[in-house]
C-alpha cells in the first residue's frame, strides 16, 4: 500500500500507465481514452486529476479494436 508520502511518478504504478504514456502506446488520443475510462469501456484508477490505465486491459482492447469488422475505434 502506498502511503501519502511516498512519492508517485504519475508515469507508472504498478500495472497501471499514465494516459500520456497510454496515448502512445496506443495510438489512440488523449481525450478518446479519458471517455473510454469515464465510460468503463477500460479500466483505470483516478488520483487527483490525473488517469492511470490498467495496461493489460489497453492491451486486450486494442487487440479487440484490431479484430473488429468496424475500424472506426481502431488507433490512428
Known sequence: M????QVVSPQVLNNH???QV???YS???LQYLRRLLRNGKIEGVKIGQVWLV???V???YIEKAQDA???RFGPK
Open 58 to 60: 489497453l492491451d486486450i
Open 17 to 19: 500507465i499514465s494516459v
Open 69 to 71: 469488422i468496424d475500424q
Open 22 to 24: 497510454a496515448s502512445l
Open 27 to 29: 495510438g489512440y488520443c
Open 2 to 5: 502506498i502511503s501519502f508520502n
Open 54 to 56: 490498467d495496461k493489460g
